[in-house]
């Protein structure tokens, strides 16, 4: 009976909060939170956004276990003693027999990296990790033929002096002098 009482407290002190898992994976709840809506958003507030690949620094062709795809760098930006990546993948096709049409299975079950390489300072930079040693990058994303997918990755920012850095994403060959916006 106790654990009863606790596990109905619980879920009401989550609803006084706000918090709820009752909406759908990867939307927000609706409303304006009290706050603007985050730079580059376009859409309603409750939406995710997808980057548009039309506006693409750099695109790649890939051929990954799970089928072809295009990989469209759209930005990097610091900001504080961060940078941010954004990067479209657009599945052109899926490879029958997938457990699941997802990036994780899609990349040979593991999730897509990627990494900053300067060439200068002969550094390389990884993803940013949080206090419980998770990484700040997109997770798995479901897939579907032809809708692009954006992922997200954050890492520290390099030197203000550095304007332009190689970005690596999986196994493809880096994308050269990506600038980055400040």
């Not at 956004?49 to 990954?64: E, F, G, L, R």
Request: aromatic share 6%.
């Amino acid at each position: 009976m106790r654990a009863k009482i606790l596990i109905v407290g619980a879920c009401a002190a989550l609803a006084v909060a706000g918090c709820s898992d009752a909406g759908e994976r990867g939307t927000v709840p609706e409303g304006d939170g009290g706050g603007k809506a985050e730079q580059g958003a376009t859409g309603p507030v409750g939406t995710v956004q997808v980057a548009d690949p039309a506006k693409a620094i750099a695109t790649a062709k890939i051929s990954a276990g799970g089928g072809d795809a295009d990989v469209a760098l759209i930005s990097l930006s610091a900001r504080g003693k961060l940078a941010d990546l954004t990067l479209t993948l657009t599945p052109r096709t899926i490879r029958p027999g997938l457990v699941r049409n997802s990036t994780f299975w899609y990349f040979g079950s593991r999730d897509p990296s990627a990494w900053l390489l300067d060439p200068v300072n002969l550094k390389r930079y990884n993803v940013v990790k949080d206090s419980g040693g998770g990484t700040l990058q997109t997770g798995t994303v479901d897939l579907a033929v032809d809708r692009p997918v954006t992922l997200n990755y954050t890492f520290a920012a390099p030197p203000e002096e550095v304007k332009t850095i190689d970005v690596q994403f999986g196994d493809l060959s880096p994308f050269r002098n990506v600038p980055i916006s400040r």
